[in-house]
Nanobody, 124 residues
Framework: QVQLVESGGGLVQAGGSLRLSCADS????????MGWFRQAPGKEREFVAY????????SYADSVKGRFTISRDNAKNTVYLQMNSLKPEDTAVYYC?????????????????WGQGTQVTVSS
């Protein structure tokens, strides 16, 4: 059973950095595709980043490309999201996801497992 727990969120000034972590307490997520979504107040949940389970290929939303980096440590069943050059528009609840069950990695409904979310607030 996959149980995703995010950590590392918080308040940071614009231009700063944060690193989010997502650990699977069930210790099975290492074999799955994983990623991050986010939801800002009043907006729909949106794709942020993806990392493959078998080959660790990555994909990013255009809005974060060049600033965010997703990585994974399968030995620790943990996925990371390093966020640099943060902007106020990055303010959102960030969700870790695992196991793509559909054809698109960009669609929220195609992920089977979700964490509870962690708040990231970027002040201007």
């Amino acid at each position: 059973q996959v149980q995703l727990v995010e950590s590392g969120g918080g308040l940071v000034q614009a231009g700063g950095s944060l690193r989010l972590s997502c650990a699977d307490s069930g210790r099975t997520a290492s074999k799955y595709n994983m990623g991050w979504f986010r939801q800002a107040p009043g907006k729909e949940r949106e794709f942020v980043a993806y990392i493959g389970g078998s080959d660790s290929t990555t994909s990013y939303a255009d809005s974060v490309k060049g600033r965010f980096t997703i990585s994974r440590d399968n030995a620790k069943n943990t996925v990371y999201l390093q966020m640099n050059s943060l902007k106020p528009e990055d303010t959102a609840v960030y969700y870790c996801v695992a196991k793509v069950v559909g054809s698109s990695i960009y669609v929220t409904s195609n992920y089977l497992y979700w964490g509870q979310g962690t708040q990231v607030t970027v002040s201007s």
